[in-house]
């Protein structure tokens, strides 16, 4: 396979502590191009006094940075914005070696949707305020606040847009911000403080430290944290939220799913197939908000079946993620190979039938192919775990209310869609589906103007569209008096 320079990616340090590289003083994290399994950088995590210096830093930094006008912090966001957009091939290519992901998918999914984001809020900062309350005589205003030093800790699949849709509206309230890559994927992150340093971020304001779990428990950990936010897995979620509830640190949680597709019998075929094969097999499948359980209505099924196995197998084009002509690439991670296998197994043991893929692709790297199972019931492992990988569970039904039923029969809540040509029909079930981001006739769509997040066991919380703010800030009221003060005695 070709391209993969050892040397390419390698960043002037591993950590990014008041305004500058680091180099880690802990544990070695190498980078593997899930393309080829080959090391193309050599990272180290953090120790415990290098996590310490970039809480420090972020608390020396926040309050100078909260008391510029949002006009001047929007401005420092927005230029940030405008070097991504400039620099997105190269930015595409270090996510593309850092995550499998095809270099087609990142060109247009990934920094830029960080870029985007930077300048949502970006543009937002300078309109950040509180309410007037006039009460007879007196009267009261609230004055919007931050939070002071916020902690983000990403997951793998989209690790540049995880860090700029925490930090875009963390700054841009005031706050500082100490990120934490998963460990799979370390390296955007650190292209993101660079650019925030280049922008002309204040030192200390955005600061990133490497490394596993251990690492994300000590920064969520830390009194002086205000506020995490993280994504990635329920288990985890759970752990984290649980150790933030001690210090009652504010939480953003976006987890993981197990999201419906309804496709009905009116729907148009190509779109739902197109829909279906959006939310299962881009990124190779690892994307919180896929649509794993496909429901469809049993007079299409056939139908439906027959033209996603059509589409898939003449569509697919697996190869080197760095060749644009490719669309689709590895597993992040052998590990991950690993747990999509093992749950193509578990598909074939309790009786679901293979319609295409369901094996491992037969060249270097971590590739699995794109796999669909039909005849799948809702007490299957496969239609009940998320799998996190390119494996379509697609389930059989009859009415609406059942349809309905068995889409919300899970204890996840991320996402789900409807298609159907039924306009009527379409928002009922939208309304109906226990998520937190419904599509009719589409999917996986998150641009950064609308909230994203996850109801039940997904999450708590929304990231983007304008409420995000509230999640990175807080009231304060004052009560003004216009007297006498008037006392019982
Ligand atoms: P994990 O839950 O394994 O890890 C998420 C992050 O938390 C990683 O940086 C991890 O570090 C860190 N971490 C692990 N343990 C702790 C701890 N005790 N305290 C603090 N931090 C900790 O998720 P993955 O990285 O495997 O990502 C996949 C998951 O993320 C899926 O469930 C997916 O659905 C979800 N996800 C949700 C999204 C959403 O917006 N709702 C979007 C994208 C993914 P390390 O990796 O270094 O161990």
Redesign the pocket.
């Known amino acids: 396979m070709a391209n993969a320079d050892p040397k390419s990616v390698q960043p002037e340090g591993s950590l990014f502590i008041n305004g500058g590289f680091v180099a880690g003083a802990g544990a070695a994290l190498p980078v593997i191009y899930p393309a080829t399994g080959q090391v193309v950088a050599e990272l180290a995590e953090a120790d415990g006094g290098q996590v310490d210096a970039a809480l420090a830093a972020a608390v020396e930094a926040q309050k100078a940075w909260a008391a510029l006008p949002g006009v001047e912090r929007g401005r420092v966001l927005r230029r940030a914005a405008d070097i991504i957009r400039a620099r997105n091939a190269e930015l595409s290519r270090i996510e593309t070696m850092d995550t499998g992901k095809p270099l087609q998918e990142t060109l247009v999914a990934d920094p830029t949707s960080a870029a985007d984001a930077l300048e949502y809020f970006g543009g937002q900062a300078a309109m950040l305020g509180g309410d007037h309350i006039q009460l007879g005589r007196d009267w009261a205003y609230t004055i919007r606040e931050p939070l002071g030093v916020c902690v983000g ?6 690790p540049m847009q ?1 860090a700029a849709w925490k930090s875009a509206p963390a700054l841009a309230c005031g706050n500082a911000m100490v990120f ?5 994927t370390p390296l955007t992150a650190l292209a993101l403080a660079e650019i925030y340093r280049e922008a002309g971020l204040p030192d200390g304001v955005f600061n990133v430290v490497q ?7 000590a ?2 950990n830390d009194p002086r944290v205000a506020k995490v936010s ?8 759970r ?2 939220y649980a ?1 933030a509830a001690e210090g009652m640190r504010h939480v953003t949680m ?4 197990k999201s419906p597709i309804l496709v009905f019998d009116d729907a148009d075929l190509e779109d739902a197939v197109s829909g279906a094969i959006n939310g299962n097999f881009y990124a190779s499948g ?4 896929n649509g794993t359980r496909v429901f469809v209505q049993s007079g299409l099924m056939d139908a439906f079946l027959e033209r996603l196995k059509a589409r898939l197998e003449a569509g697919i084009v697996a190869g080197d993620p760095l060749d644009e002509a490719v669309n689709y690439g590895p597993m992040v991670s052998n590990a ?1 190979r690993q747990i999509v296998l093992g749950y193509v197994e578990k598909g074939l043991a309790e009786g679901a039938r293979l319609i295409t893929g369901g094996k491992a692709m037969d060249r270097e790297g971590f590739y699995v192919e794109p796999t669909v199972f039909a005849d799948v019931t809702d007490d299957m492992t496969i239609a009940r775990e ?1 799998i ?1 990988g390119p494996v379509m569970s697609v389930l059989s039904f009859e009415t609406e209310e059942e349809g309905i039923a068995r889409a919300n029969a899970t204890e996840f809540g ?1 996402s789900g869609a409807v298609f159907t040509a039924d306009l009527t029909r379409g928002h009922r079930v939208a309304a109906a589906l226990e998520c937190g981001s419904a599509w009719i006739n589409a999917y996986n769509l998150t641009p950064v103007e609308v909230p ?3 109801s039940k066991m ?2 708590v919380g929304r ?1 983007n569209g304008p409420r995000a703010i509230e999640n990175f800030s807080q009231l304060k009221t004052v009560y003004v008096g216009m007297g006498p003060v008037e006392a019982a005695y």
């Open positions: 800790i990403g997951a793998w699949n989209y995880i934490k890559p998963s460990e799979t490394g596993r779990g251990e690492v994300g428990a920064l969520v993280l994504t990635g897995s329920v288990p985890t979620g752990k984290v150790a976006e987890l993981g799913g690892q994307v919180c908000s991950q998320e996190f991320l994203f997040g996850g997904s999450g990231e």
